[in-house]
């Protein structure tokens, strides 16, 4: 294994990396913070050019002569990932990484998810991510007289915590689902760690191949606005009447065009709805409530 990495100059700058490497889904590439600075570092079995090229050519400041490379030990590795989970909350929801669950400190009649995720497939922390268990929380509370008889839908369930998250709090029918098969085993093994074993289950493939056929009180879609845009159609006729359709990993400026593709359909296939939208940094969630 190998790391390339790069000093960067301002926080502004490891800003807008990190939502250009979210937004493309580049998940070999993190921004580190520490008492040195904030480093660019990109994990790869052998660095290439064309590796770093990926980077230097939106970000023209940073040019090939800039990068160093190093390699790392295996035994290194084995837990360089967990410098990138930290525990943080959602209202009474707690995402935990499993190595701080004896010293974690979870509140009387609060709910902890417990992740060993790999830093590629999502430690829960983005503010997309933080989006969306909002969003869950917010269903929880509007429903939670009936939330046993809810199911949820976790499109691109990366390494779960949504999908954990909904089953944590009481809904019945939970099913998750994402193109990576290794995404889809970290969800399997997450789900495990958290001792949930009924009414969950993931599944690897794309939204044409899994959700067809499925109704869902509560959707949460936190992938590319190109791919939401795509499956509107199948997103939208795959609520169930009162549930919710809640539409992340969009970036703000791509807001708009998000609503130009779902508001025509919510308005041709439900008879009522409502909007509400929140934003976190430089993301917006968009969540369409179906009445």
């Given at each position: 294994m190998e790391?390339?990495?790069v000093?960067?100059?301002?926080e502004?700058?490891?800003?807008?990396?990190?939502?250009?490497?979210?937004?493309k889904?580049?998940?070999e590439?993190?921004?580190?913070?520490?008492?040195?600075g904030?480093?660019?570092s990109?994990?790869?079995?052998?660095v290439?050019?064309?590796?770093?090229?990926?980077?230097?050519s939106?970000?023209?400041?940073?040019?090939?002569?800039?990068?160093?490379?190093?390699?790392i030990?295996?035994k290194?590795?084995?837990?360089?990932y967990?410098?990138?989970?930290?525990?943080?909350?959602?209202?009474k929801?707690h995402?935990?990484?499993l190595?701080?669950?004896?010293t974690?400190?979870v509140?009387?009649?609060?709910?902890?998810?417990?992740?060993?995720?790999?830093?590629?497939?999502g430690?829960g922390?983005?503010?997309?991510?933080k989006?969306?268990?909002?969003?869950?929380?917010?269903?929880?509370?509007?429903?939670?007289?009936?939330?046993?008889?809810?199911?949820?839908?976790?499109?691109g369930?990366?390494?779960?915590i949504l999908?954990?998250?909904?089953?944590?709090?009481?809904m019945?029918?939970?099913?998750?689902?994402?193109?990576?098969?290794h995404?889809?085993?970290?969800?399997?093994k997450?789900?495990?760690i958290n001792?949930?074993s009924?009414?969950?289950?993931?599944s690897?493939g794309?939204?044409q191949?899994?959700?067809l056929?499925h109704?869902?009180?509560?959707?949460?879609?936190n992938?590319?606005?190109?791919?939401?845009?795509?499956?509107?159609?199948?997103?939208?006729?795959?609520?169930?009447?009162?549930?919710?359709?809640?539409l992340?990993?969009?970036l703000?400026e791509?807001?708009m065009?998000v609503?130009?593709?779902?508001d025509?359909?919510?308005?041709?296939y439900?008879d009522?709805f409502?909007?509400?939208?929140?934003?976190?940094?430089?993301?917006?969630?968009?969540?369409?409530?179906?009445?």
């Amino acid at each position: 294994m190998e790391r390339a990495f790069v000093k960067l100059p301002s926080e502004d700058m490891a800003d807008k990396i990190s939502d250009f490497i979210h937004g493309k889904q580049l998940s070999e590439w993190v921004i580190e913070t520490e008492d040195s600075g904030i480093t660019l570092s990109g994990y790869f079995q052998k660095v290439t050019t064309e590796d770093i090229a990926v980077i230097t050519s939106e970000f023209p400041s940073l040019n090939l002569g800039m990068f160093q490379v190093e390699k790392i030990l295996k035994k290194d590795w084995a837990n360089e990932y967990k410098k990138f989970l930290t525990p943080f909350s959602i209202g009474k929801l707690h995402i935990v990484p499993l190595w701080e669950k004896e010293t974690y400190q979870v509140p009387e009649k609060e709910v902890a998810v417990y992740i060993d995720s790999e830093m590629a497939f999502g430690t829960g922390a983005h503010e997309t991510t933080k989006l969306c268990l909002a969003r869950i929380t917010d269903f929880k509370n509007l429903f939670r007289d009936v939330l046993f008889l809810k199911n949820f839908i976790d499109v691109g369930c990366g390494s779960g915590i949504l999908s954990l998250a909904a089953a944590k709090f009481g809904m019945a029918d939970v099913y998750g689902f994402d193109v990576d098969d290794h995404a889809v085993k970290i969800s399997r093994k997450n789900a495990k760690i958290n001792g949930i074993s009924g009414g969950i289950e993931f599944s690897v493939g794309n939204i044409q191949e899994c959700i067809l056929g499925h109704q869902s009180d509560l959707i949460c879609a936190n992938i590319l606005a190109p791919t939401l845009i795509e499956s509107a159609s199948i997103l939208v006729n795959t609520v169930k009447q009162y549930g919710m359709l809640s539409l992340s990993g969009i970036l703000i400026e791509e807001g708009m065009m998000v609503k130009d593709t779902f508001d025509p359909l919510v308005k041709r296939y439900w008879d009522s709805f409502m909007i509400s939208e929140r934003k976190n940094g430089a993301w917006i969630e968009i969540c369409y409530m179906r009445g």
